[in-house]
Nanobody, 124 residues
Framework: QLQLVESGGSLVQPGGSLRLSCAASGFTLDYYAIGWFRQAPGKEREGVSC????????NYADSVRGRFTISRDNAKNTVYLQMNSLKPEDTAVYYC?????????????????WGQGTQVTVSS
């Protein structure tokens, strides 16, 4: 069974840090670009970051640039999202998604597989 599983979400105070993981089972991530998305209650899904299959190219939403870092360890079949200086507005369910091919897609509809999400809550 092909699936992505996110982990690492939690309740954290403003200014704190979390590292999310996205682990694949049933397939190898080597040939997939991986994106992180988030969705807060009552809001649309938002693209957060993406990393190319080689790891050589990354992009970030303006709202997280300089605070979040995406990385991948293909040997562990896992992609990470390091989140620092967290703000209450970062509160959301975070999803990872895999798109077959070397480059990050331009639209979320181009992703092939999605995880179930992990909750991140930033609150004092």
């Amino acid at each position: 069974q092909l699936q992505l599983v996110e982990s690492g979400g939690s309740l954290v105070q403003p200014g704190g840090s979390l590292r999310l993981s996205c682990a694949a089972s049933g397939f190898t991530l080597d040939y997939y670009a991986i994106g992180w998305f988030r969705q807060a209650p009552g809001k649309e899904r938002e693209g957060v970051s993406c990393i190319s299959s080689s790891g050589g190219s990354t992009n970030y939403a303006d709202s997280v640039r300089g605070r979040f870092t995406i990385s991948r360890d293909n040997a562990k079949n896992t992609v990470y999202l390091q989140m620092n200086s967290l703000k209450p507005e970062d509160t959301a369910v975070y999803y990872c998604a895999a798109a077959y091919g070397p480059s990050c897609p331009t639209a979320w509809t181009e992703y092939d597989y999605w995880g179930q999400g992990t909750q991140v809550t930033v609150s004092s």
